[in-house]
Nanobody
Framework: QVQLVESGGAVVQTGGSLTLSCVVS????????VAWFRQAPGKEREGVSL???????SYNDFVKGRFTMSRYNAKSTVYLQMNALKPEDTAVYSC???????????????WGQGTQVTVSS
């Protein structure tokens, strides 16, 4: 059974930092893309960062220079280091695994339940 479990979400003040983790079990991420998404209340889900199977990483414009994604295939784990957090970063952050041929548009086969990040002003 494939499971994706995110952790690390918390309440932080504007300008603070958090590191999110996504641990994948029952599946090797080595040959797949892994992405972070977020969804704020009343808004559509949006892609945050994508780590492709080839090793390259891309970011949505709204997090460039602030967030860093890393992956450790041997541990089937990815991280999202978030710095200089803003209130508009408040959302549920989820990770997803799949071929990701179309970037944030997928396809993604497996999703985690998400972890809440709240940035207070």
């Amino acid at each position: 059974q494939v499971q994706l479990v995110e952790s690390g979400g918390a309440v932080v003040q504007t300008g603070g930092s958090l590191t999110l983790s996504c641990v994948v079990s029952g599946f090797s991420i080595e040959h797949y893309g892994v992405a972070w998404f977020r969804q704020a209340p009343g808004k559509e889900r949006e892609g945050v960062s994508l780590s492709r199977r080839g090793g390259s990483t891309s970011y949505n414009d709204f997090v460039k220079g602030r967030f860093t994604m890393s992956r450790y295939n041997a541990k089937s784990t990815v991280y999202l280091q978030m710095n200089a957090l803003k209130p508009e970063d408040t959302a549920v952050y989820s990770c997803a695994v799949g071929e990701a041929r179309y970037g944030f548009w997928g396809p993604y086969d497996f999703w985690g339940q998400g972890t809440q990040v709240t940035v207070s002003s």
